[in-house]
């Protein structure tokens, strides 16, 4: 969604550019088309009335991130997420790198972790190249986040059970 958000802040939250440049690239019956531009004239007006059509994102992605905050604190209290511990310590160094290279913007660490995989995304979209450290920070990233995305899922389907048997 924060390239949906950077597409649209590219095409100036203007829905002609956004017709234009982006739904007119889709391959879809008309009904389908009227559905896509639907969704993007309401990210829109998301995007203007939240005051973020130049930098930010929409709450509708803030609180995802929240949502998704709030399971990685409690699988860490959870005695029996032992992997998905594993998994964030083996991670938590980069996290710290990333922060530290922030500048001082002290984001939440899985927000961190999206943003970094958004950096990352950005520069193979320009063709940078990118070191075989960043590669290795980024492949521990994604597999953390891919366990997270996995346990947001069963938490969602009724699967995930936090509490000690």
């Given at each position: 969604m924060w390239e949906i958000e950077d597409l649209i802040r590219a095409n100036q939250l203007d829905?002609?550019?956004i017709r234009k440049n982006i739904i007119a690239r889709y391959d879809q019956p008309a009904a389908v088309l009227e559905e896509i531009e639907q969704w993007y004239s309401e990210l829109v007006d998301?995007?203007?009335?939240?005051?973020v059509a130049e930098k930010g994102h929409i709450q509708l992605n803030k609180n995802i991130i929240i949502q998704l905050t709030d399971?990685?604190?409690r699988l860490?209290?959870?005695p029996k997420e032992s992997l998905y511990n594993a998994s964030y310590y083996q991670t938590l160094p980069y996290i710290v790198e990333l922060r530290s290279k922030?500048?001082?913007t002290l984001l939440p660490e899985i927000e961190t972790c999206f943003a970094a995989l958004y950096g990352y995304l950005l520069l193979r979209m320009q063709q940078k190249e990118v070191s075989s450290e960043t590669m290795m920070g980024i492949k521990q990233i994604s597999g953390f986040l891919a366990l997270l995305a996995e346990k947001?899922?069963?938490e969602k389907s009724g699967e995930l059970n936090l509490e000690e048997d």
């Amino acid at each position: 969604m924060w390239e949906i958000e950077d597409l649209i802040r590219a095409n100036q939250l203007d829905m002609d550019l956004i017709r234009k440049n982006i739904i007119a690239r889709y391959d879809q019956p008309a009904a389908v088309l009227e559905e896509i531009e639907q969704w993007y004239s309401e990210l829109v007006d998301m995007m203007r009335s939240e005051n973020v059509a130049e930098k930010g994102h929409i709450q509708l992605n803030k609180n995802i991130i929240i949502q998704l905050t709030d399971l990685h604190l409690r699988l860490l209290k959870a005695p029996k997420e032992s992997l998905y511990n594993a998994s964030y310590y083996q991670t938590l160094p980069y996290i710290v790198e990333l922060r530290s290279k922030a500048g001082g913007t002290l984001l939440p660490e899985i927000e961190t972790c999206f943003a970094a995989l958004y950096g990352y995304l950005l520069l193979r979209m320009q063709q940078k190249e990118v070191s075989s450290e960043t590669m290795m920070g980024i492949k521990q990233i994604s597999g953390f986040l891919a366990l997270l995305a996995e346990k947001y899922r069963q938490e969602k389907s009724g699967e995930l059970n936090l509490e000690e048997d």
